[in-house]
């Protein structure tokens, strides 16, 4: 059987590598940008197998068009861009790319919460507009990490990460979850669970990892900036639109927050007005599993699920094991 496999940006080769070995047609989006609705929907037609990125809109349309469709390899964790249930409907296999990225992302969140907790970004902007004019006691005095309080909010593989590298700093660590009690960071990590109330009350430094749902959407607004410590640092390496955008801007201009250090935004690539106007907060253009190592780990694992679909075997990363069986 011939088998043709369409890729929506470049990633690394290796993916495509293994992919070319069984499946006689591999193509890859030549355009350095992401493809439009139309461009993705006439690509997907007649193709066995894609692999899309988090900016891809996979959705019932797209699945009912590309009619031979075996399976959405989707190259993320998170799978907010496809429709899983109008997928399963019609036996397409989705699967994502968990565990490879969780370091690289857990490391990521750190990288923004030190720089905004000890101004980096600021203090490199001043330095290189030739404003470093010898050392000051009160210049850009920023957050002590040691001994604080870090409120993890999504307990799974890269809360669990962001809470081990936690130790290094002693940190008492809360976490909330909608999900089952993560026993490895209750009794590895001496992690407190707690309700989301308790947690933004109580922490210093919070983080987000919960997958984007229509229960998370929005999980952080302007009530919840009201509960949050005046001292209080939020970072979101997860899904933008956890955090409603426009009362994150209002927060952090009113100072009702300390800072935030966001690598993910609620409609990305666009910013909400003022954002990049404000000095408390450190943005990052989606970076969190941007390695070398892991977007090759994430390549190869993409290219092996759709393998795998296509020899009849089962996929190690299914999202929708009930279309497997
Ligand atoms: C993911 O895998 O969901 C990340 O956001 C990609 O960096």
């Given amino acids: ?5 369409f890729i929506t940006r470049k990633i690394p080769e ?13 193509e890859v989006n030549p355009r350095d940008r992401p493809l439009t609705y139309d461009e993705l929907l006439k690509e997907a037609k007649g193709r066995d197998a894609i692999i899309t990125m988090l900016s891809d809109r996979i959705d019932a349309r797209l699945m009912q068009e590309a009619a031979n469709l075996k399976i959405v390899a989707n190259y993320a964790v998170g799978y907010d861009n496809v429709d899983v249930k109008a997928a399963t409907a019609r036996g397409i296999v989705v699967t994502n790319t968990p565990g490879v990225l969780t370091d690289s992302t857990a490391d990521m969140a ?11 970004i600021e203090g490199d902007k001043l330095t290189r ?7 000051a006691p009160m210049m850009l005095l920023g957050g002590d990490l040691v001994g604080k309080t870090l409120g993890i909010v999504g307990a799974g593989r890269i809360g669990t990460a962001m809470a081990m590298r936690s130790r290094g700093w002693n940190m008492r660590v809360l976490y909330m979850t909608q999900q089952s009690r993560n026993a490895v960071l209750e009794e590895m990590f001496g ?19 919960a997958p984007l749902s229509e229960k998370t959407r929005h999980l952080i607004g302007p009530h919840e900036f009201s509960l949050m410590k005046r001292t209080a640092y939020l970072i979101n390496t997860g899904r933008g639109a956890v955090i409603d955008e426009v009362a994150l801007v209002n927060a952090l201009r009113n100072k009702q927050i300390a800072g935030a250090g966001l690598d993910v935004y609620e409609e990305e690539p666009k910013l909400k007005t003022g954002l990049t106007e404000l000095d408390n907060v450190v943005l990052a253009p989606h970076l969190g599993s941007a390695t070398v190592e892991t977007r090759t780990k994430m390549a190869l694992m ?7 679909v296509l020899n009849r075997q089962k996929p190690s990363n299914c ?7």
Avoid: Y
Avoid at 1 to 5: A, I, K, L, Q, R
Avoid at 129 to 135: H, L, N, S
Avoid at 191 to 209: C, G, K, M, P
Avoid at 302 to 308: D, Q, V
């Fill in 1 to 5: 059987m011939t088998f043709s496999v």
């Fill in 14 to 26: 290796e993916g495509v590598h293994i992919l070319k070995k069984v499946c006689q047609k591999v």
């Fill in 110 to 120: 750190w990288a923004l919460l030190f720089s905004i907790a000890r101004r980096i």
């Fill in 129 to 135: 507009a030739g404003k470093f004019t010898g050392w």
């Fill in 191 to 209: 992690a407190q669970r707690v309700d989301l109330e308790t947690l933004l009350r109580e922490s210093d430094f919070i983080s987000i990892h």
């Fill in 302 to 308: 993409a290219a092996e699920n759709i393998i795998a």
């Fill in 319 to 325: 999202v929708n094991p009930e279309v497997l069986t």
